[in-house]
């Protein structure tokens, strides 16, 4: 089919949304779900109008309601299709008993969602808490920082998901109005450099998929000891993720000549007394900040969380032990924790890292930008518990401590 | 009745037999209490629609069966399982893969009228709207059996349940039933039916011709199917209570064949509903007032019906 040949690999500006897109369409799935939601609706009207040009070809289905996007992503899947669907939000939430109902089928759906606060109809606004409302689900979870990485991502996504190792759903999350309207230069691979890179999906056995006619089942999970296994069968694949992402992602760097380090990314760490962890859009503005700290002779370094589930254990804690001190800056918020999510998780790794001073800072919500004096003050604030100052263990920035 | 006492009575097979495109596929123990007509019902879809038919199914009391869970009984038909808000949606999917792949596929949602008409009702109404290629059989039994007899939006005007009790206040439930072929019909979609087990030939008939619209849009059938527990009557008077609602008027059998409104059998002299709910123990309580009052609701439902029917028969 003619109409399916892919315009010559090309530098474009183009928004994080549009790049999703791109990097979907290059993925030739066979099932897509729409359903608009703010930040994210770009991603579908733009896949929607490659499908009326006659560049995609997929099965458009123009849901009404994310409830049933998932639901048919997950069939289709299940049927042995390639999927997609993105949301955000309140769209995240309303398919929350279908999230972990694919999950549990192992069905390998690739999901953006385009993050955004959750509470109140005017909260339109950035913010990580629909991902975390979801991390207890058994999907892989993946965060993109630039327009770039978010194409990028999408692609190593159904690499990574229809790995018979893994078979597992997988959400890209990007920051909502940060990245998904931020227009950045970005390259386009050629159609067939990425025909390329999923064609060893096709090489390995075929996943098991209902058919008709056939006597299988799909959803029965047993009870008792047969669930269980089951869920086992879940943890083990999400654990052979991690390092199958770390193997894409390298893989992506020698067929595309760009790779992100896998679960973590870490900048100006080797040397470095304090760490500053945070994801998302943030890490640009950290890498600047990080840059003059040092300039200053601060050995401050930066490790950009790029995979949140499964968590980066190992990776995580090599690159946080024998510091003097560390913060986390958090998108959200751990209800009952009075702390940030990602905090509260890199906490858990104390009795790995050592006992140090942890900070958490909880900074970005609702459109909050976390601006270059935001992060100055982080570090300066890191710094100086590492100084054996005293140190305020949780500061919302947000609201102005 | 004994097994060799079934084939004496059955020399000559029924008529119906010969819409059966295959051998029972459901072994025998399944897991429907004794008297259910939703056993009746799930294993004549299959034997009707024929054994590539992949099911789709939810929580509910067919879930046992259709769906696993029931150990040691069970069916050989491929069958999709999952959450009560996502048949029609689940149905989707599968139905676009396989017409991706350019393979044939019967996808049959099965499910109570709790999901199709409740919880369940958005994703069926888009799949309707979006005229997928599926067949969606609810099966009515008037409540959320599974769970316990609890009052669903196919529950009728009185009647007793779990969450519309009687007693020194409660009259059964206060408001009437969603009428859900009705409510499907005006999808427009291209066909529509009820049917119940004491009329298997009309059922057969409308499966068959389910089978064919699948190819063309989506198709709705409503099955009206008694649950003896819930309804509280005995185990061998299913059929006749079938029989009664369609005499009743309460439960008429009629199609629409791409809008074309059409009743598929003709009760002569309907009989008053009593007729009906003395049958049924989850009415005994109903007084006068509230039997004038379902009284007048089968009139006027019946009366829309008629007139949309009357609206093809005139011209024809
Ligand atoms: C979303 C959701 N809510 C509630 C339930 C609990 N539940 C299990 S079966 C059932 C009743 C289903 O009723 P219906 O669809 O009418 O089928 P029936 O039990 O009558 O066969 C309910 C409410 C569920 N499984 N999922
Ligand atoms: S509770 Fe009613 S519908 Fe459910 S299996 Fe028993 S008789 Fe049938």
Sequence with gaps: MDALKQPRPETRVITGNAAAAYAVRLCRPDVVSLYPITPQSEVIETLERFHANGTLDAEMVQVEGENSAQNVVCGASMAGARVFTATSSYGLV????AILQTAGYRAPVVMVNVNREPPGIHAVCSGQQDMIATRDSGWIQVIAESVQEILDLVIMAYRLAEDREVLLP???????????????????????????????????PPRPVLEPGSSKGCGAHGL?????????KHMAALDRAR??????????????????????????TDDAEIILVTSGSAVGTARTVIDAKRAAGVKVGLVKI??????????????????????????????????????????????????????????????????KPHIERVVDDIQRAALGHDYQSVTWIASGE | MTTTETVTRFKKLPKVTQYYKNEDQFTPGVAFCSGCTLEHNVRFVSRVLGKDAIFVGTPSCSAPVLNGANDGAWHRHAH??????????????LRRAFLKAGKDATIVCFTGDGCAMDVGFQPLSGAAERNEKIIYICYDNEGYMNTGIQRSSGTPLGASTSTTQVGSTGQGKSTGSKNMPMVMAMHDIPFVATATLSHLDDYAKKLDKAREFCKEGFVYLHVFTPCNVGWKTPTDASIEVCRAAVKTNYFPLWEADHGRFRMTY??????????????????????GAQLAALQAQVDKRFHVLQSLCAGFTEGE
Aim: charged content about 25%; some cysteine.
């Design chain 1, 243 to 268: 390092g199958k992402f770390d193997e894409v992602d390298a893989l992506f760097g020698a067929d595309f000549g760009r790779s992100y380090g896998g679960q973590i990314d870490c900048y100006r």
């Design chain 1, 224 to 232: 008792g000891a047969g669930y269980v296994e089951l869920r086992r």
């Design chain 2, 266 to 287: 003709k009760t002569k002299k309907p009989h008053p509903v009593e007729d009906l709910t003395s049958l049924l123990g989850k009415f005994k309580h109903l007084d």
């Design chain 1, 306 to 371: 790029r995979m949140f589930r499964p968590f980066p254990i190992e990776v995580l804690t090599k690159a946080l032990q024998g510091r003097k001190a560390i913060g986390v800056l958090d998108r959200s918020i751990a209800f009952g924790w009075d702390c940030g999510p990602m905090y509260q998780e890199i906490r858990a790794l104390t009795p790995e890292i050592g006992t140090v001073p942890l900070l958490s800072f909880i900074d970005g919500l609702a459109n909050m930008d976390i601006t």
């Design chain 1, 94 to 97: 309303f398919m929350y008993d």
């Design chain 1, 170 to 204: 997988i959400m890209v999350n990007y920051d909502g109005f940060y990245l998904s309207f931020l227009a950045e230069s970005v390259e386009i691979p050629e159609q067939e450099a990425v025909d390329r890179f999923l064609a060893p999906l096709n090489d390995q």
């Design chain 2, 80 to 93: 999709y399982a999952c959450t009560m808000t996502g048949v029609a949606s689940s149905a989707t999917g």
